[in-house]
């Protein structure tokens, strides 16, 4: 399968001979340079043949087993993979991406624990310190391999020992579908990249327990020399395939086009190119909707977001619309290939850079309200499995199909898979971790775990396995917390929200334990107005008697812990740009252990961003009739407002006095300048700054309805427009 990865160009340059003229013989230093012009050319099959020659005789340096650990990725063998990038990882001169193809090897080879834990090393090396994120490579696994009940598959008749791949329908009693299989007879043109025949395009009939019979090359002009496939065969009988550019330049590289042709009696006649053809990229793997509305293809072409991206396109009378990439809710900085949309309007494509079980992974998305795709859902084994698995294509009941895979057991290269689907595909969202123990970092078996809704209910519970990971169930747009429970020490909590895990999948909380001595300070960090938790908000505890600042960082989770002194009084300030800052008074006086808790749910924790020029309500600040006295409940509203001002000097801000637009605009003005003055003498006592703060009476000069003088409104209209806010203004240094 590897022919379409790599660089993906995807099909690349071919030859009848060695390029290299050079009787090797016995010297390694000489097959290592003729391995190397092969590797120049991605004749990767070629290569690793000189490369395994010079290591034979004594050549095994970091250049030639560095060279057959690349051969062995590029050309599928992950189980030489992994022999060759295990010795690779050990080279003090590594680089990140030696450790990522590692990981990718062990994967490949179904090895996930091992694969985690050089994934996990690869992320340390290129994420941004404290970055902390992890690849849950076994957590995936686990997920993706429950529910086998789903798909029953089997191998069709129809594979030889060659490569054959990427079945599509011609109705409802044949498939058309790429294979390498040679019945030529004279030349054979081979792939530089893995030695193999060029692909062409064959039919095969279906029979009704799905096999494939009686598989034959498809007549007519469109099979060339060049490689043909995979194809599809539009709604209004047309074939759009495959097929590979000659050899641009001296790399001998062949990208991609679109071709076009027609039903000629049983075969087809045609190679029209599709209109967004490219020279400088490729452009393949056409799939066209069932209504014919949206034509699919990859293409390597600048401003995506890596490797191959699905694109697609909107036919307008009769012509195709400006191709539009489907975005990051299916495109990644890896491949995503073979899309096929089936009947119900469900993308299915492959890919290797969203979260799988190993090499390419078929996945399916469904179009949102909005036109776009959002996330993708692995569609599991048994159809996705360790190897590369691809082009999946269902009928119309969407319940039968075809996938290829080079998984063991097969007849050769890749083969073609007859499937039945006996359920529909769901998402599940998982919440796992580890619990740990914090005070020797090592995981805990047998914990007590148990998942929490935002109030604080139990909706699951369970018990920590021998490696301390635990692994809870959990739905979309909702807030949760994960609670872990030990003897001798105190509860462990952490917490989480699921609005964004349609790409994610799976959220990671590891729950440390604490021991049950002394004080402790916990908090989480929620956001005022939405769903979610406050990640990287700077939160200092500042001691009011030394004045001493300790200083922590809040987690994905919104979550942050200290450690306190006894009979001390305390500041907390949490801080973070964009958002105002807050400050929160606690005190130890009398305690000699237990935990402190702030937030969440709480007010006192909740972060608001700032946005200047935003009305936000004092929604206690009230009086009655032509009274000016500030209530008890207004005053305490004046207080918090002191303090935000206080707490965050590089803002300015303006508190806004509105009048009833029933009174006349003297009238108005003169109420709301009495109700200003009352205002700032309250804030002015508090210590508040005109430079910081200003109070501004507007009468009936600003409604937030249309009333006023001549325009008939309610009382309750009317009185809406009473009311007291504040903005912010300006911010320093902007």
Excluded at 92 to 104: G, H, I, V
Excluded at 530 to 551: Q, Y
């Amino acid at each position: 399968m590897n022919r379409y990865l790599g660089h993906i160009l995807l099909l690349l340059a071919l030859f009848l001979g060695s390029p290299a003229h050079v009787h090797a013989q016995g010297n390694s230093e000489a097959h290592t340079r003729i391995a190397d012009r092969y590797f120049q050319r991605m004749a990767y099959a070629q290569a690793r043949a000189e490369y395994m020659k010079a290591a034979d005789l004594g050549a095994v340096n970091e250049h030639v087993v560095k060279r057959l650990a690349i051969c062995a990725m590029k050309l599928g063998d992950t189980r030489e993979g992994e022999r060759w990038y295990g010795q690779v990882v050990k080279f003090l001169n590594r680089e990140p991406q030696d450790l990522y193809m590692y990981a990718e090897a062990l994967k490949g080879n179904g090895k996930y624990e091992q694969a985690e834990e050089w994934m996990d090393r690869y992320l340390g090396m290129v994420q941004p310190e404290g970055a902390g994120r992890k690849s849950n490579i076994v957590d995936f696994a686990r997920k993706f391999t429950t529910n086998l009940d789903r798909f029953t598959v089997k191998q069709v008749s129809a594979n030889s020992p060659m490569d054959d791949l990427a079945a599509t329908w011609d109705g409802t009693d044949r498939v058309i579908f790429a294979s390498a299989r040679d019945t030529t007879v004279g030349i054979q043109w081979r792939a530089a990249w893995d030695h193999q025949p060029f692909l062409d395009l064959y039919v095969a009939g279906v029979q009704a327990d799905g096999d494939l019979v009686g598989a034959r090359r498809l007549p007519g002009n469109v099979n060339s020399k060049l490689h043909e496939g995979p194809a599809v065969v539009a709604p209004d009988g047309t074939l759009w395939y495959t097929r590979t550019n000659a050899a641009k330049g001296k790399s001998g590289i062949h990208r991609l086009s679109i071709l076009h042709a027609r039903r000629d009696g049983d075969g087809w006649m045609g190679s029209d190119p599709f209109l967004y053809n490219n020279p400088e990229c490729s452009v393949g793997h056409p799939a066209i909707s069932a209504d014919g509305r949206w034509f699919f293809f990859i293409s390597d072409m600048p401003g995506g977001y890596g490797g191959t991206d699905i694109y697609v396109c909107e036919n307008r009378g009769g012509q195709w619309g400006e191709p539009r990439n489907l975005g990051p809710g299916v495109n990644t900085a890896h491949n995503e290939l073979f899309p096929f949309m089936s009947a119900d309007g469900t993308l299915y494509f492959s890919s290797n850079g969203l979260p799988g079980l190993g090499g390419l992974d078929v996945f399916a998305a469904k179009r949102g309200a909005n036109g776009q795709f959002a996330f993708a859902i692995n569609v599991g084994a048994p159809v996705n499995g360790p190897k590369d698995d691809f082009a999946f294509v269902v009928d119309p009941a969407g319940s039968k199909g075809y996938f290829t895979s080079n998984r063991p057991g097969g007849a050769g290269g890749d083969d073609l898979y007859a499937f039945t689907m006996h359920y529909p595909l769901e998402q599940r969202f998982l919440c796992t971790g580890t619990v740990v123990d914090d005070d020797n970092g090592q995981p805990v078996a047998d914990a007590a775990v148990d998942l929490l809704d935002a109030d604080g209910n139990v909706e699951e519970t369970g018990r920590s396995a021998a490696d301390g990971r635990y692994s809870f169930p959990v739905k979309e747009n909702k807030e949760y917390a994960i609670r872990a429970r030990m003897a001798g020490h105190y509860d462990g909590l952490v917490h989480f929200s699921t609005e964004d895990i349609g790409q994610q999948q799976i959220v990671a909380r590891d729950v440390h334990v604490i021991p049950d001595a002394g004080i402790w300070l916990r908090g989480t960090v929620q956001y005022k107005d939405k769903i979610g938790f406050v990640e990287g908000v700077k939160v200092s505890v500042v001691n009011l008697a030394s004045f001493f600042s300790d200083v922590r960082t809040t987690e994905a989770g919104g979550d942050f812990l200290f450690r306190l002194q006894p009979n001390e009084q305390f500041e907390v300030m949490l801080e973070k740009p964009g958002f105002f800052t807050v400050s929160v008074p606690v005190a130890t006086m009398g305690m000699s252990r237990g935990i402190i808790e702030l937030g969440p749910m709480k007010e006192d924790l909740a972060m608001e961003e700032v946005e200047v020029g935003r009305a936000l309500p004092l929604k206690y600040v009230k009086w009655t009739g032509a009274d000016n006295n500030l209530a008890p409940a207004a005053k305490a509203e004046l207080d918090a407002l002191a303090d935000r001002v206080q707490v965050n000097p590089a803002l300015k801000f303006e508190v806004a006095v509105h009048a009833d637009t029933r009174l006349g605009a003297d009238a108005a003005l003169k109420l709301t300048q009495a109700r200003a003055k009352v205002t700032e003498d309250y804030l002015r006592a508090k210590g508040i700054r005109k430079e910081q703060l200003v109070v501004q009476a507007y009468g009936t000069t600003k409604p937030t309805n249309p009333c006023g003088a001549g325009v008939e409104c309610t009382a309750a209209q009317h009185a809406e427009n009473e009311r007291v806010e504040y903005k912010v203004t300006a911010v320093s240094g902007l």
